[in-house]
């Protein structure tokens, strides 16, 4: 005779959560552009552009990745090779793009626990952890250069933002120069909550703490900020090339402004890739430098730069795929067992 078991509730309606509020916004996004545009102009924009420029600004974007991979695998205390971080975090941004709920930085910690020495998933996501408050406070400071004063929503999420990353990045140098202190804290939890003893919690935690003691060396920290910088100079030197191929004159202040508002706009939930969001923040953050109107060119800049960062990242990311024998399904499979084990 068997009894019969709870039933468990399928992860199903809360994917069809996130699905249907990234459509409805990223479709509100979208209706609002094509509401104010002249589609003729815009297809003369997008006509007229001088694509040349989108070469040199692919080669800095690859060059950013590259940059982006020898930060991580600095915080991953250099156990990956530097060629093989540079694929894992290739295959993270496509798989960002292609499923909802940044299950990207899921997938690259799994592609890293694959490597010998082993990385646990744990200490590959804490690491994740670190390279988000660093990317954050860089964006702070685009914000800060690009003399946000004249966008006011960029000054204001700047004010939020900063101290929130500043505490968190404190915080986790706290956590990692006391790991022992710490872990014994998740100890004396462990013992008086059976659920956390029987989730192996001090492995995890330790595991955790791990991926955060780079921070706590001062070699690794200036590394991962020099790193961070580079990374996000590249960035910034490639929407300011890319600028040239519907402007006669460019902006580094309003190319900091765009790429700033873009990277804030990839947290709010849209549908994957960020189609319309991402557009329309680039277009709300050239506005004041004088580059809209006419709407229809910003729009139509706005477009090449988001195509030009998708198509980088299908590129390096399919060619990460390759390098490490996996399909998008396969992550696809992974990921979701993941976020229900979690």
Not at 130 to 144: H, K, N, P, S, T
């Amino acid at each position: 005779m068997t009894t019969a078991q709870p039933p468990t509730q399928s992860p199903a309606p809360r994917r069809w959560r996130a699905w249907l509020i990234g459509i409805a916004v990223s479709a509100l996004a979208i209706f609002y552009i094509v509401s104010q545009l002249d589609m003729v102009l815009l297809g003369e924009a997008l006509a007229n552009a001088r694509y040349v420029y989108v070469l040199p600004s692919l080669v800095l974007l690859a060059l950013g990745l590259y940059t982006r991979a020898l930060r991580w695998r600095g915080l991953l205390q250099n156990t990956l090779s530097p060629l093989r971080a540079f694929h894992i975090l290739n295959v993270s941004y496509l798989v960002n793009g292609v499923l909802p709920l940044r299950l990207g930085e899921v997938a690259r910690a799994w592609l890293a626990s694959r490597a010998e020495p082993t990385i646990t998933i744990p200490r590959a996501l804490s690491t994740v952890v670190v390279e988000r408050l660093l990317d954050l406070l860089a964006v702070m400071g685009l914000i800060a250069l690009a003399a946000s004063a004249e966008i006011p929503e960029l000054r204001a999420a700047a004010i939020a933002a900063a101290p929130l990353a500043f505490i968190g990045l404190i915080v986790l140098v706290l956590l990692a120069g006391n790991k022992a202190r710490a872990l014994r804290l998740v100890d004396w939890f462990a013992v008086r909550l059976p659920l956390l003893r029987r989730l192996h919690l001090d492995k995890i935690a330790g595991d955790v703490l791990d991926g955060f003691a780079a921070l706590t060396r001062p070699a690794a920290f200036a590394s991962a900020v020099g790193w961070t910088i580079i990374s996000w100079f590249l960035s910034v030197a490639a929407g300011y090339v890319l600028m040239y191929a519907f402007w006669d004159a460019a902006s580094w202040e309003a190319t900091m402004a765009f790429i700033a508002a873009a990277s804030l706009a990839i947290a709010v939930p849209a549908v994957p890739g960020n189609i319309g969001t991402y557009e329309l923040s680039i277009i709300g953050a050239l506005t004041p430098f004088g580059y809209a109107p006419p709407l229809e060119t910003a729009t139509a800049f706005a477009v090449l730069v988001h195509a030009v960062n998708l198509l980088l990242y299908a590129l390096m990311g399919g060619i990460g795929l390759w390098r490490e024998g996996v399909s998008i399904g396969q992550l696809r499979t992974m990921t979701g067992n993941k976020k229900r084990d979690s």
